[in-house]
């Protein structure tokens, strides 16, 4: 069994914002240094109930002040990002962290309206946008000139992307993908090198997430047996080889 650690504070004072992130960085430190698997950030904005608000940045500064643990996104709300910015950005924070990053990708909170509204994002649109922002991160990520035209995003070829730290990560993708209700997508890319040196890239099951989403009043029975489903497949992910 691995043990991580969710770092979620609340502030609901900007009084309190600095004090608060202060904490949570030095709980981060701390998690590193008694050995957890990894720390696992989230992405809220706008109310409060994550202090760091952006773990893109909060990731950037963990990277190099931690040794072991690895630094990952549960999850990063793509509806919010440019998909080819934020694959820079994520093969920056590996270099950094020297292939300590798991990358968690969702389409974005189902219930919380402040969050698309405050950058201007239709929230009907962020299950689309998260399945395109994916598509084109997979193709960055390979490194080679590639170009893309789609519903929300267009873009000439690129010369020359940033490559992740990780350059042999050539194994299986394995998508946990849960389709309808407020669950919407969720996929977690871990950058994980294995220890006998063949790579491969490993999905990291987002409990929190379908917990969450187990214990919501607001969902319909029928979206919790779908959750509970997800959570099933997950598990047998995790434990397979």
């Known amino acids: 069994m691995k043990i991580s650690n ?3 504070p609340e502030s609901r004072s900007v009084a309190d ?3 608060i992130i202060d904490e949570t ?5 701390l998690t590193d240094r008694l050995g957890y698997d990894t720390i696992w950030l989230a992405e809220h904005h706008f109310d409060g109930i994550c202090a760091y608000v952006d773990p893109v ?8 002040a931690t040794k072991q643990a690895r630094i990952g996104f549960a999850v990063a709300q793509m509806a919010l990002h440019h ?12 270099h950094l962290s020297k292939g300590r990053l798991t990358v968690g990708l969702g389409r974005g909170t189902a219930y919380n309206i402040y969050d698309y509204q405050g950058f201007g994002i239709d929230h009907t649109e962020a299950q689309a946008r998260f399945e395109e922002a994916e598509a084109i991160m997979l193709k960055a990520w390979q490194g080679g000139p590639f170009a893309h035209k789609g519903k929300f995003f267009d ?3 690129t010369p020359n992307m940033l490559v992740k730290y990780q350059q042999d990560m050539k194994g299986k993708f394995d998508r946990i993908n849960a389709q309808g209700g407020a669950l919407g997508g969720v996929l977690a890319i871990g950058l994980q090198h294995d220890k006998d040196s063949r790579g491969f890239i490993r999905v990291t099951p987002l409990f929190y997430v379908l917990y969450k989403t187990l214990r919501s009043s607001r969902l319909s029975f029928s979206a919790k047996v779908q959750a ?5 497949r997950a598990l047998r992910v995790l434990v397979t080889p």
């Open 228 to 232: 509970r489903k997800v959570l099933t």
């Open 155 to 157: 873009n000439a070829a």
């Open 25 to 29: 960085f030095q709980e981060a430190l």
């Open 83 to 94: 998909p080819i910015r934020f694959a820079e950005q994520m093969a920056l924070i590996d």
């Open 17 to 19: 914002d600095g004090r």
């Open 6 to 8: 969710f770092l979620f």
């Open 57 to 64: 940045a909060f990731a950037a500064a963990l990277a190099p």
